[in-house]
């Protein structure tokens, strides 16, 4: 497997660098993470004053006390770690190797916020993420798990986003530890009543019977985690289902990744568009808004 890390001084990136030093089964094959360090460019008039090499060596030394400490870390644990930095911009520089790299995976450590002014994942986060193509790890602030086997969420919608999620934690199980706890997620309208909208919104009953709302209830349950349960168990992976009702889904995964204490929160994304308010999609933004549990974002193939 190939990781790619963006790495700084920051407490996030020692987080996401501890978190892969972490991944005891992982790291018992060859793992190759690839550490990368932005330095901003030096003013101009600054630049010509102090000279080249002057320059070049700030830059150096910089980039070697994000990189080298790193680099270290996950030598010890067993990872073939490389390390380079870059002198430019998160959006033309950053994105660029991001979004050209042979990665499997993306992992970044990001300040956790859940407020919409810090973009919900951070500057840098989230231009990755609107960069990138490939599976993002994102440790948010949440504490991160020594021990090996993660406790993992899976939310599915019944789209092929969500099974790209699947497929990614089926086909890289490693990732997750020798014994990882997998919960797939799904959330069904409440179809006893609807929400009039108005002024003063209102909810008025649908007239459906009890056992006819259970019975499509059911139905859509099963739809929607068989085609995950059958990924999975291909895998070796017998995941469990958390069966939730709500008219409001994002709000109901948020509210059950932290009541469950995951460790990670795996979701599709509909793809990474040009604003960065909206880098994940309408549900994967609102869940990252509501908890602090790491998310791992992948895109449908």
């Given amino acids: 497997m190939r990781i790619l890390m963006p790495v700084d001084v920051s407490e996030y990136s020692k987080a996401a660098v501890a978190f892969v030093a972490s991944r005891t089964t992982l790291l018992k094959n060859p793992t190759e993470v690839a550490l990368i360090n932005l330095q901003c460019k030096v003013p101009a008039r600054a630049a010509r004053a102090l000279g080249k090499d002057v320059v070049q060596s700030y830059h150096a030394a910089e980039a070697a006390k994000a990189l080298n400490a790193a680099a270290a870390a996950l030598k010890r644990a067993g990872a073939n770690a490389t390390t380079r930095y870059v002198v430019g911009t998160v959006a033309d520089d950053l994105a660029s190797i991001v979004a050209n790299d042979r990665a499997d995976l993306i992992v970044m450590g990001s300040h956790g916020d859940t407020g919409l002014k810090k973009l919900l994942l951070g500057s840098v986060a989230s231009t990755v993420a609107v960069a990138c193509t490939k599976p993002l790890l994102i ?4 504490a991160i798990p020594k021990r090996d086997s993660l ?63 259970e019975a499509m209830q059911k139905a859509a349950f099963e739809n929607v985690f068989k085609p995950a349960h059958d990924l999975l168990a291909r895998a070796g992976i017998t995941a469990t289902e958390m069966r ?14 932290t009541k469950s204490r995951l460790d990670l929160l795996a979701m599709g994304s509909i793809g990474f568009g040009a604003s960065r308010h909206t880098v994940m999609g309408s549900v994967a933004t609102r869940v990252a808004s509501r908890c602090r549990t790491a998310l791992l974002l992948v895109r449908e193939k």
């Fill in 139 to 142: 440790l948010r602030g949440a």
């Fill in 151 to 213: 406790k993992i969420g899976i939310a599915l919608d019944g789209s092929p986003y969500g099974i790209a999620a699947a497929r990614f934690v089926a086909e890289h199980r490693d990732l997750f530890g020798a014994s990882p706890l997998v919960t797939l997620i799904h959330v069904v309208p409440d179809l006893t009543k609807i929400t009039v909208p108005g002024w003063i919104e209102r909810e008025v009953p649908t007239g459906i019977k009890p056992e006819q709302v």
């Fill in 244 to 257: 939730l009702v709500g008219q409001a889904p994002s709000d109901a995964i948020a509210a059950q990744a």
